[in-house]
């Protein structure tokens, strides 16, 4: 089970966030059969809204991640929930961009730099919070870095990574995050910007350390205090009875071509991919409830 691990260092002065994300953006990759490139792009996204979603306080809060940097990937879209559950999509899964000189995989090429990172937080208020930056590199975790240090003025360290198998399934996923608080000295911002410098890729301590725990005991040792843990997953909430919802908003025309012309209709929910079927008996039904309240 993926996990994510809050905790302080520095004295209290830093927070830090460790998600272990794997099996999430293995779900993922499968719900959307997701090429290499695409799974490292949306698998990043995922992971740090994982972070970002463990941050909500509300039990009806909810916050979504847009990203379209004018790449072949197109837009990004994430949404999560602070109960540890995560849901997204790319326009384009088939996306496969390897970086001729590292031979990685090319997300900030795929991703794009010509637009934009916008994080909306729906906190069941009358208006939403926004926030909006520029895509630094496209890489994503600079991306989030830069947002958390402009948008929300918290000086941010992220390490973000997705390995990807031959067969192109998901070898290992997580994000490392430190946040510094405003009581922060240049000491404490020294200590932690050493300690990000001198760790290896996260996809790769996650993929050679199997305990989230026993990570940051290692990077940490007694420096750190350990305050919540929480289980990840990629879980979507839509159902057949949200769809019929949506199905309701359509004109009585269009309802009645779908049932003369096409004898039903299929709605594919673009975050997961689980395609819904409506017969001609469904849309009557429902063509004759929006006829009555007329």
């Known amino acids: 089970m993926d996990k994510l691990i809050k905790g302080l260092i520095a004295d209290g002065h830093a927070r830090v966030y460790l ?39 509300g039990e009806d809060e909810k916050l979504t991640i847009q990203i379209n940097g004018g790449g072949e990937i197109g837009t990004i879209m994430v949404d999560a929930f602070p109960n540890g559950k995560v849901r997204g999509f790319v326009s384009e899964p088939h996306v496969m961009l390897v970086n001729e000189k590292t031979h990685k995989l090319d997300v900030g090429k795929a991703v794009g730099t010509n637009g934009y990172l916008r994080v909306i937080r729906d906190i069941s208020l009358k208006d939403d919070f926004t926030g909006t930056t520029a895509l630094q590199t496209g890489e994503i975790g600079e991306d989030f870095a830069y947002y958390f240090t402009v948008s ?58 199997a305990d989230p725990k026993e990570l940051l005991n290692e990077i940490f040792g007694d420096e750190i205090e350990i305050l919540e843990e929480q289980d990840l997953k990629f879980e979507c909430n839509c159902s057949k009875h949200r769809m019929l919802e949506a199905l309701t908003t359509l004109k009585e025309e269009d309802l009645e071509e779908m049932i003369k012309e096409d004898h039903g209709c299929e709605i594919v929910c673009r975050y997961c991919n689980t395609k819904y079927h409506f017969n001609e008996d469904d849309l009557s039904k429902l063509l004759s409830e929006k006829r009555k309240k007329a």
């Not at 997701?34 to 698998?43: E, F, K, N, Q, V």
């Not at 918290?154 to 290992?172: E, F, H, R, W, Y």
């Open 19 to 57: 998600a272990y994300t794997t099996d999430l953006v293995e779900e993922a990759r499968k719900h959307h059969d997701l090429w290499p490139t695409a799974t490292a792009a949306l698998g990043r996204t995922l992971s740090i809204a994982t972070v970002m979603g463990g941050m909500l306080k």
């Open 152 to 209: 929300e003025q918290i000086p941010t360290a992220i390490s973000v990574g997705v390995l990807v198998n031959d067969d192109m399934t998901t070898k290992s996923a997580g994000v490392f995050m430190i946040q510094m608080m405003p009581q922060a000295t240049e000491a404490d911002i020294t200590y932690c910007e050493n300690i990000i410098l001198g760790l290896k890729p996260i996809s790769t301590l996650v993929s050679e350390v």
